[in-house]
């Protein structure tokens, strides 16, 4: 990590947000973008997370409660990380850039809507490119929450083994932790410097069923908005869609009901769609799931190959559709499709189209 901020920074910045500083930077590496050339006022960062900076928080509340409620015993930078923002903020420090600068929070969505709102900006003319993905981290007040509402999986043995989406023995995820961003540009911005395409953002859908603060409505109804606002925006017919990175949190509800809004969305086509879920190799990683996912399906385009869903041996029932079980598969991927989901009935959607 100190190669990515001074190791005297990094003493007061959350481990999400150490997390989020380092993907930028390769994020922009790999771009190839010459932030010195650009204008930097031209350039924007958007985060998705879900609890950044609640570390921070969190040292701040025991140092003030330890020290008889003595004000002085707080570090100001527990009072500077600890504000939902200081990720985009750190970023754009970092790396010099001056546009504007988000963090958006929508759950487990938060990924993919950063990515939509960064191409949003774009299709505005605010910027010509923008740095935009997820960061979290996984602390252990949030692991213990999440086994609290029944989420995380009770499976013991290989933790490998341990996440099985659309299997009948599933029971939950495995948490994860990480960073993934990318930089979106503006095409001719990015035609004009030679840059290395892996697809296009074409479509964005984001609903909110507001029916449960953590289950999914039984008739799928925000998996089938946002699939259906994606594919207006983005002007594909669903038969054209190729391939489905799938929420497939491994929950008892999830799974099938992610399954049967595909079918209702896509209707003869579902059979004819790869689906797959790669949290059982990434772990859930909440806020930055969106963001790492949506770079599993650009690379699912730009390599013509589509990932497996791991540890699914036996199908649960009506878990039916093609989950490219166990190996991946090369296929001419035209359009690719990433979908999540988060808590307070959160859905995005992502349309991602080859070049």
């Known amino acids: ?72 015993a707080l570090h100001p930078y527990n009072v500077v990380g600890g504000y939902c923002g200081e990720g985009s903020s750190a970023i754009s420090l970092h790396l010099g850039i001056h546009g504007n600068a988000v963090t958006y929070c929508s759950g487990c969505a938060s990924g993919n809507d950063a990515i939509g709102y960064a191409a949003q900006m774009i299709r505005c ?7 935009a993905g ?9 692991h213990v929450g999440f ?5 995380m999986t009770a499976q013991g043995g290989d933790p490998a083994r341990a996440m099985r989406p659309f299997d009948h023995s599933r029971d939950g995820f495995v948490l994860g932790e990480g960073a993934a961003f990318l930089v979106v540009e503006e095409l001719s911005h990015a035609l004009g410097r030679g840059a290395r395409i892996y697809a296009e953002i074409a479509g964005h859908g984001r609903s909110c069923e507001a029916y449960h603060p953590t289950d999914p409505h039984p008739d ?11 594919l207006r925006q983005a002007e ?47 772990g859930h990683l ?22 497996p869903t791991i540890n699914l041996e036996e199908p649960d029932e009506g878990c039916d559709l093609d989950y490219v079980r166990s190996q991946g598969r090369s296929y001419p991927v035209r359009v690719a499709i990433n979908l999540n989901a988060g ?11 080859r070049f």
């Not at 086994?147 to 989420?151: E, G, I, K, W």
């Not at 799928?220 to 994606?230: F, I, M, Q, V």
């Not at 079918?263 to 059979?271: I, L, N």
């Not at 808590?343 to 189209?353: D, E, N, S, T």
Request: charged share 25%; net charge negative; with cysteine.
């Open 236 to 282: 594909v017919n669903p038969d054209e869609v190729d391939y489905i990175n799938a929420h497939g949190s491994a929950t008892p509800l999830n799974d099938p009901i992610e399954t049967a809004a595909i079918k209702c969305v896509f209707q003869d086509h579902a059979w004819r769609l790869a689906v797959s879920a790669t949290k059982p190799v990434t």
């Open 286 to 307: 909440m806020g930055a799931s969106g963001a790492i996912e949506t770079v599993i399906s650009a690379l699912a385009i730009s390599r013509q190959e589509i990932p």
């Open 125 to 131: 003319d605010d910027v010509d490119a923008v740095v």
């Open 343 to 353: 808590f307070g009935g959160r859905y995005a959607c992502l349309v991602l189209k």
């Open 220 to 230: 799928g109804l925000g998996y089938k908005r946002s699939l259906e606002k994606a």
């Open 134 to 142: 997820g960061a979290e981290e996984m602390m252990e007040m949030l």
């Open 147 to 151: 086994c609290r509402v029944q989420a």
């Open 1 to 72: 990590m100190g190669r990515f901020v001074k190791s005297r920074k990094l003493v007061r910045l959350d481990l999400s947000v150490q997390y989020g500083v380092a993907a930028a930077s390769l994020a922009i590496k790999d771009s190839g973008v010459d932030l010195a050339k650009m204008d930097s006022d031209r350039v924007g960062v958007v985060e998705g997370t879900t609890i950044s900076g609640a570390e921070s928080i969190i040292k701040a509340r025991d140092s003030f409660t330890s020290s008889n409620h003595n004000f002085r």
